[in-house]
């Protein structure tokens, strides 16, 4: 399999081949050659087989949300905030009834269309092609999404094109170099099928730092999930029970955990 150019735009004869992963040798970030082999499609059943419709997931999508805009003391109020990748919307209710202006980005408009339905104040926008938002964005949204970025770089320079001057990344992405990661190997959770590019830290804030955000703070993402949760993802990396996933997707109780999780918040550099 020929491997493709690295995303964190270093240079291809750095990369070093190592089992299942082509790692550059200057960040660290990788690609996995297995996810690389399987091609996810993003089509209507992506968001329905990860229960990104299930209302307990939704609730506790929100309240990590809160947490995370907690540890990293961002205020909402009066700003337009666009959640790139929103999945089921869960977090779109919430987020409107705290900023000035909401906008959503998906890659499937079944998804699209399925929120837009629930009658959410917000601007529901296709991915591709890249459209125009109604007004500059004061704060990025990434939750668990960056990593599914085929081409960062465009998306990035699209990004700027459409920030307020003094905007805000909020990112939450899986971390390539992380304990766990190197621990567990194969077995760590975020290895799946739809991660094919996985960043690591330095990777992450240089790529963001050469297109004109400078790095700000970080934080430890802890995520609410109930143990049924837990279950389910597992067997989503599995590739099996996807209708049991579904069933055990939500939960009354919910624990924070973190499997190699990295909180990123970046501010858009002065001219």
């Known amino acids: 399999m020929a491997i493709p150019d690295l995303l964190c735009e270093h240079p291809r004869n750095t990369i070093r081949r190592s089992a299942w992963r082509a790692e550059c040798g200057v960040c660290g970030s990788y690609w996995d050659l297995d996810s690389l082999a399987s091609r996810v499609v993003y089509d209507e059943s992506y968001p329905e087989h990860r229960g990104h419709f299930d209302p307990r997931v939704g609730a506790l999508k929100v309240k ?14 009066g700003l337009s905030v666009c959640e790139v990748g929103f999945g ?3 977090c779109l209710p919430f987020l409107a009834g705290r900023a000035a202006h909401v906008i959503g980005l998906e890659v499937n ?18 991915v591709d092609p890249l459209p125009t938002p109604s007004r ?24 700027n094109a459409h920030s307020a001057p003094d905007a805000t990344i909020l990112m939450v992405l899986p971390r390539g170099d992380s304990l766990s990661r190197r621990m567990l190997g194969r077995l760590w959770p975020h290895k799946l099928p739809d991660h094919e590019f996985v960043w690591s830290r330095a990777g992450a804030i240089e790529f963001l730092g050469r297109h004109g955000w400078t790095w700000a703070s970080e934080f ?26 579904r069933a055990l997707s939500g939960a009354r109780v919910a624990f924070p955990l973190n499997f190699g999780e990295m909180g990123l918040v970046l501010r858009r550099a002065a001219p």
């Open 220 to 245: 430890f993402p802890l995520k609410y999930a109930s143990p049924e949760m837990v279950l389910a993802h597992g067997l989503h990396k599995l590739g099996v029970g996807k209708s049991l996933a």
């Open 64 to 77: 990590t949300l809160r947490h995370w805009l907690d540890k990293t003391r961002i205020q909402l109020d």
């Open 109 to 126: 408009q079944t998804a699209i269309d399925r929120v837009r339905a629930t009658g959410v104040r917000a601007e529901l926008l296709l």
């Open 88 to 90: 089921g919307g869960t």
């Open 136 to 159: 500059p964005v004061d704060l990025w949204l990434f939750q668990d999404s960056f990593e599914h970025i085929p081409n960062p770089t465009p998306f990035v320079e699209w990004m």
